[in-house]
């Protein structure tokens, strides 16, 4: 039935000069042989580079902007696998790993999931166009990933077409619940539906009615907007003003539309809450504009920036008032804070990323834990290449650790988690040390009904492929002349309510909640 034969292009990652492009693995991230392979899709860069030159060549392009937090849920992913490997669970079956970077762009992962789909065990990468994949086996078994929900919403399409599962630790949009559209989507944090459901709680709880809203424009941002608005509306508390900072113009156009909403934000005096959901790198802008302003409100934070280390930086953070954000539920994270002290001993061959952090660390050398993350993200893997050859020795887990956002940790690793344990059912009455053993889709099948145990609690993922764990409520305070990020308590989604571990965090609670204060009701 095969009527055409895809030859999948090479692409260039120039990062190291002993790393020219001879075929598509050049274009890997990371990877580990196992008879069964696991995919992965992470936005490791934050953005690619487009070249001023014309005309385009149909060439991928470097990429810029490298993200520690991202780069720690590949790890994440990694050790994950090892644990299971290393445990009884799969009785000998070993997981391997392929690990592509997005770079943030659809285009640059769909290169990735086309060589996903390319048939298994080739000698060349060829994706077979058949009418029927019931009995085709391709490269991977299923994928983790992606970061972003733009990027889910597309690999997930194509994915389909052999009902690969696409397991997301990360992309929340609304509209990824919807199975008909995304049969193979499935994803280990709950949809947004429920964090705007949550927020508004809170809001509604403390009696603030009178809030102020601000969010980036994309499908994020606006889907984020309408869920919340529909929702503030159903429990009475009134939007003053909305305002949309632009998630790709230039930095001008971005400081421009960054003063306009602090214009708002100024002049309308009788909002003190303001939530914002907003991509990191805004907030950023935001908050350093807002603290020169010295405006002093209370922030609502969404669960891309509630954990943001890198923002909780900012000098001065502390006059901006009080921030209390949503962020994915997560538990112990003592066995992947082991495994990044252990980082030094693996091996960089096969983890291109690892070998690009240690460059990095040691082309930032000179700079504090503190402008590490400045310094490292102002590199491009082009500026890079004069810098090939030298490894860092030192490799600062203290740095790697402070920079964990442990909601996604826990969902990357939950991901895995999930996949292995429908492995281990799928392979009750089969020989998988053959990889030709099941196809995918018979995996799906699996996924949807697997059962597990998390942290003693049992998940499984709901008729719409969500796994609702819930949130933890964080609230950041000063301690120490320092800002750090604590956990006052865990919204529930099935109670829509909140609960404490214990008192002194549900007084701590409502304390915060009274510091709302001027509070103006309108009928
Ligand atoms: C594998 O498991 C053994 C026994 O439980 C343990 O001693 C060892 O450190 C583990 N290795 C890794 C890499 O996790
Ligand atoms: C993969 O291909 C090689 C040679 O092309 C063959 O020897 C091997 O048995 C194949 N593996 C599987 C699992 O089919
Ligand atoms: C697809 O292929 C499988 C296995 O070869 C077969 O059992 C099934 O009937 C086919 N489905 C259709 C709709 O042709
Ligand atoms: C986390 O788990 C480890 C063992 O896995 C245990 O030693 C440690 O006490 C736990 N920490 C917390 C805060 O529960
Ligand atoms: C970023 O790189 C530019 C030039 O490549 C340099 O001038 C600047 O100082 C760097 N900034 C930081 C924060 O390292
Ligand atoms: C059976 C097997 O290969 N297990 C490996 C899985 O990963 C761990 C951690 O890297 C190795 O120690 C095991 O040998
Ligand atoms: C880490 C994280 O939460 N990322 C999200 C931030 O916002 C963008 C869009 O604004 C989402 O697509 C990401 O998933």
Known sequence: MALVALL??????SFDVTHSCQNADNFVGASSPGDIVIGGLFAVHGKMLHPEEHPMRPVIQNCAGFEIQVFLQTLAMIHAIEMINNSTLLSGIILGYEIYDTCAEVTKAMGAALRFLAKFNASKDTVEYKCNYSDYIPRIKAVIGSSYSEIAMAVSRILNLQLIPLVSHASSAEILSDKIRF?????????????????????????WNWIGLIATDDDYGRSALESFGIQAMANKVCIAFKEMLPAYLSDGTI????????????????????????????????????????????WIASDNWSAAVKITSIPNIKHLGTVVGFAYKSENMSTFHDFLKTLHLQPTENNMFLKEYSVLLSTCAHVEDQDLNKCISNYSQENLIYQAGIRSQIWRDDFLMDNIEPGFIQ??????????????????????????????WELLEELKKVTFTDNEKEVHFDAKGDLNMGYDVLLWKEIS??????????????????????????????????SGGHTVFVL
């Open 8 to 13: 999948i292009p090479c692409f260039v990652i």
């Open 183 to 207: 049969p193979s989507f499935l994803r280990t944090v709950p949809s947004d539906f429920y964090q705007t459901r949550g927020m508004v709680r809170l809001i509604h709880r403390s009696g």
């Open 411 to 440: 969902s990357t690793m939950l991901a895995v988690h999930a996949i292995a344990y429908a492995v281990r059912e799928q392979c009750k009455d089969r020989d998988c040390k053959n990889p030709v053993a099941f196809a995918p």
């Open 255 to 298: 400081n421009a539309k960054v003063n306009q909403a602090l214009e708002k934000i100024v002049k309308e005096t009788r909002v003190n809450v303001i939530v914002v959901f907003l991509r990191q790198f805004h907030v950023t802008k935001l908050f350093k504009k807002a603290i020169e302003r010295n405006i002093h409100k209370i």
């Open 481 to 514: 002349g320092h800002m750090v990020i604590t956990e006052i308590a865990e919204y529930d989604l099935q109670k829509d309510d909140f609960i404490f571990k214990d008192e002194e965090k549900e007084m701590e609670f409502l304390n915060f909640q009274v």
